[in-house]
T-cell receptor
Framework: AQSVTQPDIHITVSEGASLELRCNYS??????LFWYVQSPGQGLQLLLK??????LVQGIKGFEAEFKRSQSSFNLRKPSVHWSDAAEYFC????????????FGGGTRLMVKP | DAGITQSPRHKVTETGTPVTLRCHQT?????MYWYRQDPGHGLRLIHY???????DKGEVSDGYSVSRSKTEDFLLTLESATSSQTSVYFC????????????FGSGTRLTVV
């Protein structure tokens, strides 16, 4: 069965600083990979996804993520964080079969200092 | 999110009572999912459906049942609610023919007292 690890439970960065959130997965083949963001009291919004092709994917709100097969990682990055980016971020994987369920990491809560 | 609604948004219930949560979609997607969200665990799959009357268990299905009599509705029932089922419940849909991710509802916050 697949699993997802987000090693950092909490991260605090200063506004304007760069950000990297880590995600490692365990799966026998290359899965579909996702990053979601959840603002307090809200549902989950898809930031970006990787299915195949270019290993650097661009998402909404200025986020990008890089798939590294050799490291089984899919880290999320943003060059300059805004106060509105404070939220919880979830990495998720899905097997390479349409319709199969997502497995989520435990989440990383991002706080942004002014 | 557009196309998927959950009801109720909030509910407080007593231990031992049955509770049903509803997920309704207008996208005609075949696949529907129920997740629960708890601190430190992310979201964990309870049950999912791959068509009308076709459902299967997820990672944390004990104490839950589901039904899907119509494409648009996926019901989650807590047969006899317990305090450990206090959580936020999310429904999700996915179109397997499309190249998109999953779309999540806004969630139902359930408190069992």
């Amino acid at each position: 069965a697949q699993s997802v690890t987000q090693p950092d439970i909490h991260i605090t960065v200063s506004e304007g600083a760069s950000l990297e959130l880590r995600c490692n997965y365990s799966y026998g083949a290359t899965p579909y990979l996702f990053w979601y963001v959840q603002s307090p009291g809200q549902g989950l919004q898809l930031l970006l996804k990787y299915f195949s092709g270019d290993t650097l994917v661009q998402g909404i709100k200025g986020f990008e993520a890089e798939f590294k097969r050799s490291q089984s990682s899919f880290n999320l990055r943003k060059p300059s964080v805004h106060w509105s980016d404070a939220a919880e971020y979830f990495c998720a994987v899905s097997p390479y079969n349409a319709g199969n369920m997502l497995t989520f990491g435990g989440g990383t809560r991002l706080m942004v200092k002014p | 999110d557009a196309g998927i609604t959950q009801s109720p948004r909030h509910k407080v219930t007593e231990t031992g009572t049955p509770v049903t949560l509803r997920c309704h979609q207008t996208e005609n997607h075949r696949y529907m999912y129920w997740y629960r969200q708890d601190p430190g665990h992310g979201l964990r799959l309870i049950h999912y459906s791959y068509g009308v009357k076709d459902t299967d268990k997820g990672e944390v299905s004990d104490g839950y049942s589901v039904s899907r009599s119509k494409t648009e509705d996926f019901l989650l029932t807590l047969e006899s609610a317990t305090s450990s089922q206090t959580s936020v419940y999310f429904c999700a849909i996915r179109d397997p023919q499309g190249n998109s991710g999953y779309t999540f509802g806004s969630g139902t916050r359930l408190t069992v007292v």
